[in-house]
């Protein structure tokens, strides 16, 4: 399996990663964690609990452009270091990206953002340039 694939697969464990610090979160408050009304809870969490939510469901939404740029990149035949280098900068930057937002650091959270989804764009386009 390609570094490419490996990235997916674990860019497919992020969302266990950033989930982690949201059901910490639930886990706290004084009702302990809602398994009967998780979202209405989440809803009502504030600081780092609606951060860790925030962080959360930006890490779904990121993960479908990236999964396609890494398939429409393995669909294609590229074999390209450079397809490897773009998946680790996605998996590296949406590492920091949860740990800037958990941690209130909104300048560098953008900044690591910018580069995962520059890098499923690339990923994305990679037939065009490869």
């Not at 680790?88 to 209130?104: E, H, P, Q, S």
Request: hydrophobic share 50%; proline share 4%.
């Amino acid at each position: 399996m390609s570094i490419a694939l490996w990235c997916l697969f674990i860019a497919g464990l992020l969302h266990v990663l950033s989930k982690t610090p949201l059901f910490r979160a639930q886990h706290k408050s004084p009702e302990g964690y809602d398994n009967n009304n998780p979202r209405e809870q989440q809803a009502s969490l504030s600081g780092l609990g609606k951060r860790a939510l925030a962080a959360h469901q930006n890490q779904i939404e990121s993960f479908p452009l990236f999964a396609t740029g890494i398939l429409v990149a393995t669909a294609t035949g590229i074999v390209s270091s450079a397809i490897d280098y773009l998946a680790i900068a996605y998996i590296v930057a949406r590492v920091a990206y949860i740990f800037y937002y958990l941690n209130d650091r909104a300048t560098l959270r953008t900044i690591v953002w910018g580069v995962g989804f520059i890098s499923s764009l690339a990923l994305l386009c990679s037939p065009a340039w490869a």
